[in-house]
């Protein structure tokens, strides 16, 4: 999924539940177990960079508006 996602060399927008924002966090900080203990605020956002060594998180919970 990373090298994918580099190709692509632009931002990429996903909207997603809550438990795949869960899911992307736990992964990216090799934590897959403890995904449930993620609070996701509704309609925050969750930014994830993506480099050669995989994807790191850059926010949680980032109010837009």
Known sequence: AASQ???????????????????SLAMAM?????????????????RLTCSSGGFAVTAVNEQLV
């Open 5 to 23: 996602a580099m190709e692509l060399e632009r931002p990429v927008a996903v909207v997603a539940h809550a438990g795949i924002v869960r899911v």
């Open 30 to 46: 090799g934590a897959e177990a403890a995904a449930l203990a993620f609070q996701i605020r509704y309609l925050g956002a969750t």
